[in-house]
């Protein structure tokens, strides 16, 4: 199994920024995939920021230019750096992990940190 908890929501001023981070523990396996998705109220889960197997990072085009995605390996965590926030950036932002151990996938989700963005 593994656990990800996230930390950093809040509320945040339109034109803001926010860092959240995701720590991930028990039995981790390198060959993964490793990001955030979110979800709005009345929306479905989305995509926000990924990093792929090869390490490649994909953004939702509505976040492009604003938000960044980064890493420590050693550290085992993933942040997500928002910048020039927009109330439509309000949402639970899950971290999310799948890996490969043997020939299985696994996924696994955070329970979510809210941000509110607001004046």
């Known amino acids: 199994q593994v656990q990800l908890v996230e930390s950093g929501g809040g509320l945040v001023q339109p034109g803001g920024s926010l860092r959240l981070s995701c720590a991930a523990s028990?039995?981790?396996?390198?060959?993964?995939?490793m990001g955030w998705y979110r979800q709005a109220p009345g929306k479905q889960r989305e995509l926000v920021a990924t990093f792929s197997i090869s390490g490649t990072t994909n953004y939702a085009d509505s976040v492009k230019g604003r938000f960044t995605i980064s890493r420590d390996n050693a550290k085992k965590q993933v942040y997500l750096q928002m910048n020039s926030v927009k109330p439509e950036d309000t949402a639970v932002y899950y971290c999310?992990?799948?890996?490969?151990?043997?020939?299985?996938?696994?996924?696994?989700w955070g329970q979510g940190t809210q941000v509110t963005v607001s004046s």
């Open positions: 999310y992990r799948k890996q490969l151990s043997g020939s299985r996938w696994s996924e696994y």
């Open positions: 028990g039995n981790i396996f390198s060959i993964n995939v």
